[in-house]
Nanobody, 124 residues
Framework: QLHLVGSGGGLVQTGGSLTLTCVGSGASIRSYTMGWFRQAPGKGREFVAADSWVGDNTVVADSGKGRFTISRDNAKSTVSLTMNSLKPEEAGGYSC?????????????????WGQGTQVTVSA
């Protein structure tokens, strides 16, 4: 059973950068498609980015294209989300998720494995 733990959140000014990291244990993430989702208070989970285990199949939500990068290190069983030029509306709880299928859906219900979230606050 894959167990995920996210970290790296914090307080950043508008326009700043953060890198979030999700560590997988109990199983190797090399066999999982990994995703990052954001949840603002009172709202549902919003797709941020995903990376397929097949390689060369990375998706970033339109709102983050050109600013957000998802990457993985299978040897370390980690997946990272680097966010640049952050905006106040991108604050929230960020969670990593995993699925065994190779495609990268934006629907959070397609990901059965979830890690604990890490909070991102963006000051105006």
């Amino acid at each position: 059973q894959l167990h995920l733990v996210g970290s790296g959140g914090g307080l950043v000014q508008t326009g700043g950068s953060l890198t979030l990291t999700c560590v997988g244990s109990g199983a190797s993430i090399r066999s999982y498609t990994m995703g990052w989702f954001r949840q603002a208070p009172g709202k549902g989970r919003e797709f941020v980015a995903a990376d397929s285990w097949v390689g060369d199949n990375t998706v970033v939500a339109d709102s983050g294209k050109g600013r957000f990068t998802i990457s993985r290190d299978n040897a370390k069983s980690t997946v990272s989300l680097t966010m640049n030029s952050l905006k106040p509306e991108e604050a929230g709880g960020y969670s990593c998720a995993a699925r065994v299928e190779q495609n990268t859906p934006a629907n959070p219900s397609e990901y059965p494995n979830w890690g604990q979230g890490t909070q991102v606050t963006v000051s105006a």
